[in-house]
């Protein structure tokens, strides 16, 4: 088996995915790299290229390779290699099951969940009465054509889109007059509305490895301004991420319960992360990512070392995970 490094893609998350794979990158430094391109070609890529790429969180990375062809000649080409595709990919095709579903149907080899459990995990709305079911608690969901009624009921509303992740998309509705951009974001996508739930953030991360799945440490997050967006998640040196936490036991313990049912209830693989909103009744679930970020400044990365797991043993963990079973 061969590792390749497969990042990218044409989705708004893309930039992230670079700077997850400069992580994964150092980390496998004989694996091959492939870069799916915003114009849907597959190309090999230059290491060098990628490492001194220094703004991925802002910039685009140029493409420095022969071209591979589109995604899905990429694929035959990584099953007919024996290739393990190592994602370092976030949302889009990669997290909604459509990557996962042209893997599974070419046979090739590949880290992350199937293409089942991606496509109901990419949908928060399904997830979030697929993890009620299991017993986790999670915000009231709330219509479009109630909001106006909504906002008088709960004085600040969350919205964000159903089917994206980075925080893309995401913001708050405190007064009337701004229900109307509300109203014109959920006419070009669907879009989740929330009562806003005042409380600390929160993120858990469960992890499969030998044959067990793991809950580790809960990170607590306290953003300068209060909002974990794009800026405060990627940009900003002001943003706290606390781990170990220092919530309470019990509610340390109630995260990762939470966690773990998330997990298994939406069929997730070898690895995933669920945030939270930590009130004075205890944790509430927001959402799930079958690909959470793996950049240096990465919450998943910090919960690893936390619980005593180098990067490098989670990625081998991972590859051997995904060929030990067919895909």
Request: net charge negative; aromatic share 8%.
């Amino acid at each position: 088996m061969r590792n390749t490094i497969l990042f990218g893609g044409e989705n708004r998350e893309r930039l992230v995915s670079v700077a997850s794979t400069q992580a994964i990158a150092a980390t496998l430094p004989d694996a091959d790299l492939w870069f799916w391109g915003s114009d849907g070609i597959v190309s090999s890529c230059d290491r060098n290229v990628l490492m001194q790429h220094s703004r991925p969180f802002e910039t685009e990375l140029p493409v420095s390779g022969e071209p591979l062809g589109p995604i899905e000649t990429a694929i035959e080409r990584a099953a007919r290699e024996q290739r393990v595709l190592v994602l370092g990919m976030h949302g889009g095709m990669a997290e909604n099951g459509d990557l996962a579903a042209l893997c599974e149907k070419h046979g090739a080899r590949f880290t992350g969940s199937g293409s089942k459990a991606s496509k109901l995990a990419f949908d928060k709305l399904a997830t979030k009465e697929t993890v009620a079911k299991a017993g986790v608690s999670t915000p009231p969901t709330l219509t479009l054509e109630k909001a106006a009624s909504s906002l008088g009921t709960y004085g600040k509303l969350v919205a964000k889109p159903i089917a994206d992740g980075s925080s893309y998309g995401l913001f708050f509705v405190e007064k009337q007059e701004e229900l109307a951009e509300l109203e014109e974001a959920a006419q070009k996508e669907a879009y989740l509305i929330e009562p806003f739930i005042k409380g600390v953030e929160a993120t858990c991360g469960v992890l499969e490895h030998g044959g067990k799945l793991i809950a580790l440490p809960p990170v607590e997050i306290r953003p300068a301004d209060g909002v974990f967006d794009y800026a405060a998640k990627y940009l900003s040196p002001k943003t706290n991420e606390l781990c170990p936490s220092t919530f309470d036991e019990h509610v340390n313990i109630s995260l990762q319960e939470m966690a773990l049912k998330a997990h298994s209830s939406v069929g997730a693989r070898g690895y995933s992360r669920s945030d939270f909103i930590i009130t004075a009744n205890g944790p509430i679930f927001l959402e799930i990512n079958t690909l959470p970020g793996l950049t240096k400044s990465s919450l998943f990365p910090k919960a690893l070392a936390a619980h005593g797991m180098s990067f490098g043993e989670f990625l081998q963990g991972q590859i051997e995970l995904s060929s030990s079973r067919s895909a």
